[in-house]
Structures are given as C-alpha cells and as structure tokens.
C-alpha cells in the first residue's frame, strides 16, 4: 500500500484546510486510516481516525470540534478537514494505515504516507 498526502499549506489563525491522501496498492487490506501530526521539536502524535466503514470515528481532544475526517472508500481517499486552525496545529500531517483495528498509537499503523506540512500564521 502507497500512501499520498497533499493540502498542506501557510493559512492564517482561524482558516481552514482540507488534507486528502489517495491510497494505492493493495487498498482492499486497510481496516482504519488516520492522520498523525509532528510539530517542531515534538513527538508524533494522533490527530484522527476513521475505521473502513466510516461509521467509527476518533479524534484528539486537541482538534474535537474542529476537524473531520471522512473516506472515500471507492476512491481510495480519507480526508481531514481543519477548520479554526490555530498556531498550534502547525505541524506536518502523515497520514496512515492499519491492517487491523486500532487507532490511536502509531506503532500500530503499518503504512504511511510521506507528510505534507501545515503553518498556521498567528
């Protein structure tokens, strides 16, 4: 499985972004994809995930309210809508996948894409 992420960009505080990420491969193997964002300094950390069916969905506490995530399962695509960005959100955003069922470490995601990088100006 191939990972593309794209939508990154500079946006000011309190704008917002749309995140897609096209997967290729062997798509039919993927149980959950989910976003994970690395800020300067900092350690990866779970932003969102959404389960095949779409109807199972989770988020950090940090971006509760304010991004969405959907998937396109017919395109191969999940997505992650940020709106009210803040300064702290500045990141760049990897998105992945998982065989199996579990979302929110990274260790147990098997594919990741190559990260697009998000500035929230202040």
């Known amino acids: 499985v191939q990972l593309q992420a794209s939508g990154g960009g500079l946006v000011q505080a309190g704008g917002s972004l749309r995140l897609s990420c096209a997967a290729s491969g062997r798509t039919s193997t993927i149980s959950v994809m989910g976003w994970f964002r690395q800020a300067p300094g900092k350690e990866r950390e779970f932003v969102a995930a959404a389960h095949s069916s779409a109807r199972s969905t989770y988020y950090a506490d940090s971006v509760k309210g304010r991004f969405t995530i959907s998937r396109d399962n017919a395109k191969n695509m999940v997505y992650l809508q940020m709106n009210s960005l803040k300064s702290e959100d500045t990141a760049v955003y990897y998105c992945?996948?998982?065989?199996?069922?579990?979302?929110?470490?990274?260790?147990?995601?098997?594919?990741w894409g190559q990260g697009t990088l998000v500035t929230v100006s202040s």
């Open positions: 992945a996948a998982n065989k199996e069922v579990g979302y929110f470490s990274s260790r147990l995601y098997d594919y």
